[in-house]
């Protein structure tokens, strides 16, 4: 007599993992790559996870067609999931993936598009209050701005917080559900305000 010692799996594997439902992009008017100061921003992105494969794609759409197709793209690893892929698949392409330890901002996400202009976007921490994202994205798409990434974040966290004290950064309990509840997943449009464009798409 036989025994098997097949058994169906007890834990349930992992959904594949999948864009984010909106995109929350702002941009600097009239960003078309180049011609700024050094460490100046094209605008800022508020991912929400800090999956770069499952967040990138929906950024890449969206700047294609504004940019030229987006080939490359650099970061820091410091504030992003690992392992760190070399390529991510996007839209009708795939985007090389570059990370620098000390060369780059680690708040910065950098763009190359084959037409060989570049792009720096701010990134927010995926925890960020929406208040105080929004904040960053008005910061960020400034055109009379000239501060890096960093010293963006520095400055809204007031550098020193008192003993104690939750971050500025940590995002409230119902930070996600206050984002929707604004709209956030239901536009598919982009936003024009005085600050510049904030684009809000449904990353399908």
Not at 145 to 165: D, M, N, Y
């Amino acid at each position: 007599m036989s025994v098997s010692l097949l058994r169906p799996l007890s834990v349930a594997l992992p959904p594949p993992r999948t864009e984010s439902t909106a995109l929350r992009l702002s941009l600097r008017p009239g960003a078309s790559g180049g011609g700024l100061s050094v460490g100046a921003l094209d605008g800022a992105w508020w991912p929400h996870s800090d999956d770069l494969v499952r967040e990138l794609p929906s950024v890449v759409r969206t700047l294609d067609p504004l940019w030229g197709r987006i080939t490359r793209v650099n970061i820091n690893p410091t504030h992003w999931q690992q392992p760190l892929p070399r390529e991510i698949p996007v839209p009708g392409h795939v985007v090389k993936v570059g990370w620098f330890t000390t060369e780059q901002d680690p708040h910065k996400l950098l763009l190359l598009s084959y037409r060989t202009r570049r792009w720096d976007l701010l990134v927010i921490p995926p925890q960020t209050a929406p208040a105080v994202a929004a904040r960053l994205m008005a910061a960020a798409s400034d055109p009379a701005g000239s501060s890096t990434a960093s010293a963006l974040i520095a400055a809204e966290l007031g550098h020193v917080e008192a003993p104690g004290a939750v971050s500025v950064v940590a995002r409230d309990s119902g930070a996600e559900a206050e984002w929707e509840s604004e709209g956030g997943a239901a536009l598919s449009v982009p936003l024009i305000m005085p600050i510049g464009r904030i684009t809000v798409s449904s990353g399908r």
